[in-house]
């Protein structure tokens, strides 16, 4: 499968990268595998030889399926099945020709031993030594066999730098060279060539007592460690220096015309900090050719990263670096023209005026023209689009375009295959790293959380940090907290200009917006949670479902959004607080009233139905019709709307205590309710609790009994669950109360319900039987068959605590049918359980463990976390009984992981049961 964009590369850490993208190679011995593999790339490695190289003398029993094994996974991280071919005896890897940097460097060393030109042969061999990343195969250790290929890596090294400094020496580099001899013969102090070349290349820079110094530093250690002298040649370079010998003069000047190298790249930023995935990835692109679009928000530091490692890889590029300001997003200057580009780009390569074209066309021939050939670097900072972009790419496979820009530039990643490199926020270790680099490490030290502070108070936006850096730098006096403490909204970010002021930055990118977009831009500031889907925005910005799509394209292309998962958009705080601000000088304070309501509305409805679609057959609450303009989403099925659940439960979480503050408190008690039983089956009871405290509140400011109904009667639920049995009785009976008032029935029968499952916790096992019963007269009143079942289903749970097995197994079979009839899965699951219960305290534990095996299929369909994990401990009981204690240890483990996810008090207990299961098992 040869023509493969598949590069691996060995001369540093293994690694694989895959059409310009790094990807991860997990675990020492797939390493290994992919590392031997590629030292014999187009050869066949037998599978004897890979397991004698991988395991050495600690080989397993399973080795030949493991290294199996190891091959699949090394096929997917190379994304393709025919990248390693199984042939007898073993394995091939066929990624093609020159696809391991191995590969590469010795095609560049026997590039420059054919070549006479020595100037050919100092770009060769530059270009070969710019590939070893550090020491070969380094984290690979530990197979004497690769330990070995890592030497001779190493000597291939150490002959390509030792030829460089040859081939720069006859050039006359003696000078330049200097710094990195010297830094040679540091790592190899006992070798002569290099001392020799240094000798050389100080005595040509005029420097010829430090040439005569460095070898007499070199025979001194020689004789004290190895008793020897140092050999003729270094001798004889020594009498040639004294005597100042005409032999080793510098070479004569060249009389041709010198070749003009264009260097235009600005200064790289001296305490450039992280970014180590963007620039491997760049690393991974340097020999690819054609162009990288780096983009993100404004201020994350996309020029610094593309600057910086275009001085890091300048040396790749022999023929000269190439570098514009675009001005795509700049607020004191138009973008500039791309023809004005070229005319500069001309210059830089040579190109006399008397020739320079006015024809854009032409011009545009002429610049590739005479970079075709040429290993050029072209650095376009800051464009707007990608037409001002497409004009100055060189076109020839040597060179290559690292574009940035606000704008994701999609139409060259489709049309030029031009590879994107998104630009994100620092992470929190490179927020602090950033913050050492400019403050030192004594002073982030000092305050620590200070530090952390500043940096979330930043969003991690490179800008900001520098602006708030800059800040404590000038201010030593001023403690980190007390910075920290200013950074209250965006005046704070603002250093004297509009080029460091993060409300202005931002504003440039805003100005390249249609106004619907930016519009929406400002709405979604008050939207509550970390991020919002495509139909909620619909919903807040009253526009059609269709309509959405390109808005929120054009945001997150502008980087003023990010779908940072598939359907969700998020802007970080510091772009939240300046959308905000925009609002308020934008929007009257009714339409973003208007806004909220809408918004409200689509979550309320919609969780509603999703609530529905897990309940159907349980009594729902009514609501008020939606807003104008309001697209509530409909999760018709359970798989669906729990998914829904799940990712938007932090925007629920945030709308409910929004509603309240914003005047909606119908809306804020009735989104409490609709995700309680979502909360209550995750485990989130803490979030259950506060949710319903404010519900409670709201309702009480509007005098809305039914609602205080529902309120207490769930925050009675939650406090059961977090075992504060007086609150809990105390909120049930008021809601008791309430739902009598206000003639609910339904309410009324639940309540009942909910106090027997509080009394049964505390161990009142009859008193909880006679209020399930007095739940199931309400229940058969009102005709909810869902609520008879589960009300059956309680009082034969009651009936096994009081040891009335037969009469349980009755009403839970009764139970059983009613759910079943109504297809409630959640009551059809609860009465599984109960039915393992009765049948393992019979003494029937095959049975139970059926039953429980039904339980456990149902509770995982609803995601009731909890139900699920005691289930797991009633299976261990009933294997327990039956003496299969790996199956015991099996379930309760699987309880254990889900308690201890929930953080639940019931795991210490399953703990000490698996402490004992094992300590009975060592006896």
Known sequence: MTGTGVRVRLLG??????????????????????????????????????????????????AANTLQRHVSYLRGVLGEPGSIVARQPGYLLDTGPDSTDV?????????????????????????????????????VAGSAWLEEQAEHLERLRLEAERSLAEARLSVGEHAALVPGLERLVRQHPFDEHLHAQLMLALYRDGRQGEAVATYRRLRDSLREHLGIDPGPRLRDLECAILRQDTAIAAPAP????????????????????????????????????????????????????????????????????????????????????????????????????????????RMVSLYRTTVAGKRLLVVLDNAR???????????????????????????????????????????PGEARDMLVRRLGERQVAAEPAAADDIADRCARLPIALA???????????????????????????????????????FSWSCRTLSPPAARLF?????????????????????????????????????????????????????????????????????????????????CLHTAHAADLALHPHFSAISLPPPGAGVLPERPRSRSVAAAWFTTEIPVLLAAVPLAARSGFEGHAWRLAWTMAGFLHRQGHWQDWLGTQRIALAAASRIGDQAGQGHAHRSLGLACSRLRRYDEADDHLRRAFDLFTDVG????????????GQLAERQGQHQQALNHSRRALTLFRGTGNRAGQGYTLNAAGWQEALLGNYHSALVSCGEALRMLQEVDDVQGQADTWDSLGHAHHQLGDDRRAITCYEHALELFTQVRDRYAEASTYVNLGGSHRALGDLGATRTAWRRALVILDELGDADADSIRANLEQLDASRLH
């Not at 928000?297 to 300001?325: C, E, I, M, S």
């Not at 689009?385 to 139409?411: F, H, K």
């Not at 201010?475 to 080029?499: I, K, P, W």
């Not at 609910?744 to 106090?755: F, I, Q, V, Y």
């Open 13 to 62: 850490p293994v690694e694989v990268v895959v059409a310009g993208s790094p990807q991860a190679v997990n675990g020492l011995r797939r390493k290994a595998v992919l590392a031997t593999l590629a030292l014999h790339v187009g050869r066949v490695v037998s599978v004897d030889r890979l397991i004698d190289v991988v395991w050495g003398d600690h080989l397993p029993a399973t």
């Open 103 to 139: 590969q590469a460097a010795e095609h560049l060393i026997e590039l420059a031993r054919r070549s006479t030109d020595r100037n050919e042969q100092v770009k060769h061999l530059t270009a070969a030594v710019a590939l070893w990343r550090g020491p070969p195969l380094a984290d």
């Open 254 to 361: 060249v009389t041709a015309a010198p070749t003009l190298v264009a260097a235009q790249l600005p200064s790289p930023v001296p305490t450039f900090t992280g970014r180590a995935t963007e620039l491997a990835a760049l690393d991974a692109l340097v020999d690819r050719g054609g162009a990288v679009v780096v983009s993100g928000t404004a201020g994350v530091g996309k020029t610094a990263l593309a600057v910086h490692w275009a001085h890091r890889a300048a040396v790749r590029f022999p023929d000269g670096q190439l570098y514009v300001n675009l001005r795509g997003f700049d607020p004191a200057a138009t973008p500039t023209e791309p023809t004005r580009a070229l005319h500069g780009f001309l210059e830089a390569l040579g190109v006399p005026v008397a020739r320079m074209p006015t024809d854009p066309d």
């Open 385 to 427: 689009d990608a037409e001002q972009v497409r004009p100055l790419l060189p076109g020839s496979p040597n060179c290559l375009a690292i574009v940035t820009s606000r704008d994701q530039l999609l139409p060259l990643v489709v049309t030029e295959s031009a590879q994107p490199v998104p630009l994100d926020l620092l992470s």
């Open 467 to 505: 602006i708030v850096a800059a800040r404590a730098a000038t201010n030593r006096h001023f403690s980190l907290a007390a910075v920290a403490g200013e950074l209250g909204d965006l005046d704070a970010f603002h250093a004297g200009d509009e080029a460091t002021d993060v409300r202005a930055v």
């Open 522 to 602: 400002r709405l979604l500031s008050l939207h509550p949670g970390p991020d919002v889907s495509a139909p909620a925005a619909a919903s807040l910005a009253d526009v059609t479902g269709q309509a959405i799509g390109p808005l929120l394209t054009e945001l997150t292309r502008a980087n003023l959004f990010t779908e940072h998962t598939y359907g969700r958009y998020a802007f970080h705080d510091l772009l939240r607080a300046y959308a905000a601000g925009l609002a308020e000088e934008a929007e009257p304070p009714g339409e973003r009233r208007e806004a909220v309501h809408r918004l409200l509305d689509h």
């Open 744 to 755: 609910d029935d339904a309410g009324r029968a639940h309540t009942c319900l909910n106090l």
